[in-house]
């Protein structure tokens, strides 16, 4: 006999779940339509079948990106450029947010507001005084110098969000480290940082998605072909009267969301809440 607290019990889970799911299809969909884009035959996506025969499958314009475009070299310096900008952007990104965090110094609170002011300005802004700086010495054109810009656009953003990160992990871990002998140096690798594995994972897999992801400063500092990023050359696709090989275009798309994917799948192992909630008990 099912009682009116288990009916209720039930009615709850049962709208519960509903709208995640719904959701979930909302959110799915997109991604959904673009693989069955890449997939359909011709070069628009506005005659796609959303359910298509899988006789009807058409998987040649994957094989078009590597045959008929330099998708390979994109693909490279897309990956290239992305893995750089997460070790440089991570690397000073976490030791400054330590900083800003643990110690005091003359300027911290200077440049905490100074943090905050620069990320209410985006960087097409400074897009003009980025070229000719770069230009000036000889970065134009160059992967360093486009990775140079993404990592200090980066390192400002990550510093905020590691420093409330630190704040919230009680100082009587360093204390009780500081007792046994352990050098500042040793505080953070051995104490702080394996604490800090959610956030690193974060700002490390954040730092990869904008560098994958940007077009906009890639097309002011990348001119040469060979030079350029997927979001680039993807571009050049569907730019144009002539060209719009929307289909191609897709199966780009798709081939680029595979190394985000697995990325987000490493890193979300890590993110795990109220990792340090009983780190002073542990």
């Known amino acids: 006999m099912i009682t009116k607290q288990k009916f209720m019990k039930f009615t709850n889970y049962f709208i519960v779940y509903s709208i995640l799911i719904i959701l979930a299809l909302i959110c799915l969909f997109p991604v959904y339509f673009v693989f069955i884009g890449s997939v359909n035959p011709g070069s628009s996506l506005r005659a796609a079948q959303i359910f298509p025969s899988f006789s009807d499958l058409n998987w040649g314009h994957y094989r078009a990106l590597f045959d008929d475009y330099n998708y390979v ?10 893995v750089s900008n997460m070790l440089i952007a991570t690397f000073f990104g976490v030791l400054s947010g330590y900083a800003f965090s643990r110690f005091n110094f003359k300027g911290k609170r200077q440049g905490l507001m100074a943090i905050i002011i620069l990320q209410m300005f985006p960087t097409i802004m400074g897009m003009i005084a980025i070229y000719t700086l770069l230009g000036s010495f000889g970065l134009l054109d160059t992967h360093l110098g486009y990775i140079l810009v993404l990592a200090a656009g980066s390192v400002a953003f990550n ?11 009680p100082r009587s871990l360093e204390e009780a480290a500081r007792i046994d002998g352990a050098s500042n140096l040793q505080i953070f690798v051995q104490v702080m940082l394996p604490l800090a594995t959610p956030i690193v994972a974060f700002v490390a897999f954040n730092s990869f998605i904008a560098a994958s992801m940007d077009f906009i400063m890639a097309e002011v500092i990348l001119r040469s072909s060979n030079q350029w990023t997927l979001a680039q050359g993807l571009f050049t696709l569907i730019s144009g009267q002539a060209n719009n090989n929307f289909t191609v275009f897709a199966a780009g798309a798709v081939l680029i969301s595979i190394p985000l994917m697995l990325g987000f799948f490493i890193f979300q192992k890590y993110i795990v809440e109220g990792l340090t909630a009983g780190a002073e008990k542990g």
């Open 73 to 82: 070299t994109w693909y490279k310096n897309t990956m290239k450029i992305a």
């Open 159 to 169: 510093t905020w969000i590691v420093k409330g990160f630190f704040d919230g992990i």
